[in-house]
Structure formats: C-alpha cells, structure tokens
C-alpha cells in the first residue's frame, strides 16, 4: 500500500495536469471558434456558386466539361488533410488509417503512379515513412488555412489532369458537422460530378461549441424552431444571360467550384482538428477529476488508519502500564 507522501505527489502531479488539459481544451475551443466563423464567412460564396451551377443544370441536360470527363485511371493523385500536432484523439490516426487504404487500391499502379499531396506534417511524415515522395511542402495550411495557397493547389490539380499527367484525384479528409461530430470522407475530386457535389451533405452546427450530444440535438431543435419563426422568402432571378456560350461559362464556373472544394475540405479539417482535441482534453480532464476523487479518498482512508493505528498504540501502552 502506497504511503501517504506517495499518495500526496500523485495528487499534486495530476493536479498539474488536469491545469495542462483544461488549459490545452480552453485554447482548442477559442481555435475552434475562429474556424468557424471561417467557415461561415465561407458559406454565402458557396450557397450563390451552387445557386447559379444548380440553375445552369435545370437548363442543360447535363454539365460536360473537360473536367468532367472520367477516363482508365494509370495515375492517381490523393489529397490528404491532417494537422501538424498531436494529442487530438484519433483525428489523425483516422486520416493516415483511411490514407493508407486508398493507397492500398491503387497499389496496381506503382509508386511512381501514386502522387500525394500532405496538408499537415503528420501525414508529411507518414508519407515520407511508406516510401514515398510528397509532392509539395503544405504543413502550413494546416494551422492557417489560405484560400490563394488552395486555387494554387487546385489549379496545378486541374492542369494535370487536363493534360493527361494525372487521371483521377481524390481528397481524404474529415467532414466538420458539429463540435461533437466530424465525419472522416473520402471523395473524388477530379473527375468532378457537379451534380453529386451539388447534393452531396453540407449540414453544419456553427452555432455552438458544445461536445454532448444531448445538448447538440436540443440547440438544433431551437435553432430549426427560431429558422421556421423568421424564415423569409428572397427571391432570386434565375433568368441568366449566358455569353458567349453555355459551354464557356461551365468551363470557368466548374474550376471555381474546384477551387471551393478543396478550401472547404481544409476549413472543415482544420475545424475539425480543434473539436477533436477540444474533445480529446475534455475526455483527459475528466478523467483527471476521477482520479483525484479516488486518489483523496485513497488518501484520506490512509490517513485515517494512520491515525487509528497511532489511537490504538497509544491506548495499548495506557493499558499495559
């Protein structure tokens, strides 16, 4: 049985790191902030894009673009998102896990065949571990996401595989739904289905930074209620002027698109970084509080056989005297 000096530095060592853990979630939850107010100013660019692809496609049977086009895939491109620290819970094992899975699919290609690009020093080092050579040095969108530095990515991504060099891309990342909820994705982004992009989920809670989730579905419940009391219909003139040609315009609208992807992928990883080791800090300072409430009744049952034992010593000498 520990002695009471024992029980005691325990004690003070997990207090030190309950202070670390809560400290770490506090922070995590005021990035986690920020991200979302990224994402949200994000959001009204995306709604009127997908107004006006969405209004393009009621009008033409269907959205071909150069872009668009599947073909045999000999080389394939991956863009993984991850974040360049740890203590997240398994935000990036989950990724790496997902990443070396695709991998495995596309390992009739070779190496050489397989192009990944690394958001993130994580998935950087991984890379680097199984072999092979990343593509470009992006571990610092990981912790300030830029949307220029993404149209670079994406563009470089579009010219490839309009030249042939690169047959299909696909974006591994976690979808960001809520502070409790993140989705870990995969999907295509070249060739691009403009359709299943348009309908694919783009639900979002970036109201709240609340983990529970009995909290999270009785806040979306008030939310829908305060939605439907000051829901306005704006309508919108979808009688577009096309020039010169519908086929042009599709041509220009379906890159930006491209380009929106691939930012939203980031802001939703890097939201989705902070909800996990908000997450991950408050599962670790709660666990923390547990051990404290043992470790002071351990304690204090010590010190009272301790005290016991000094009564019944003291009684005995009385006794024998």
């Known amino acids: 049985m520990p002695s009471l000096k024992e029980i005691k530095n325990r004690i003070a060592s997990v207090n030190s790191t309950r202070k670390i853990t809560s400290a770490m979630k506090m922070v995590a939850s005021s990035k986690l902030h920020h991200a979302q107010v990224q994402i949200e100013r994000m959001l009204p660019y995306e ?15 269907e959205a071909d673009t150069v872009y668009s ?3 045999p895939v000999n080389r394939v491109a991956l863009v993984v998102f991850a974040s360049n620290s740890s203590l997240c819970g398994g935000f990036n094992s989950n990724t790496l896990r997902l990443m070396q899975q695709a991998i495995g699919e596309y390992e009739h290609l070779g190496k050489d065949n397989i192009i990944i690009y690394p958001i993130g020093r994580k998935v950087a080092e991984k890379v680097t571990k199984l072999g092979f050579k990343p593509a470009g040095e992006f571990s610092a969108l990981a912790d300030k996401p830029n949307s220029a530095e993404c149209i670079n990515i994406a563009t470089e991504l579009g010219a490839k595989y309009r030249l042939g060099e690169i047959d299909r891309v696909e974006l591994i990342y976690h979808h960001f739904k809520s502070a409790g909820s993140q989705i870990l994705t995969r999907k295509t982004f070249l060739p691009i289905d403009v359709e299943s992009v348009l309908e694919s989920d783009h639900e979002r809670d970036l109201t709240s930074n609340v983990i529970t989730k009995k909290a999270q579905d009785y806040l979306k419940k008030h939310h829908r209620q305060e939605e439907r009391q000051s829901e306005q219909v704006k309508p919108l003139n979808d009688n577009f002027i096309v020039e010169p040609d519908m086929e042009t315009v599709l041509g220009v609208l379906v890159p930006k698109l491209a380009h929106l ?9 890097n939201a989705s970084e902070h909800a996990a080791r908000m997450v991950a800090m408050q599962t670790a300072t709660d666990n923390a509080d547990e051990l404290l409430r043992e470790l002071n009744l351990q304690y204090n049952k010590s010190r009272q056989q301790a005290i016991t034992n000094e009564l019944l010593d003291i009684v005995g000498g009385t006794v024998n005297n």
């Open 69 to 71: 086009r599947p073909r």
């Open 47 to 61: 709604d009127m894009l997908e107004h006006i692809l969405k209004t393009f496609l009621a009008s033409e049977a």
């Open 261 to 269: 992807m691939l930012y939203t992928a980031l802001l939703d990883s």
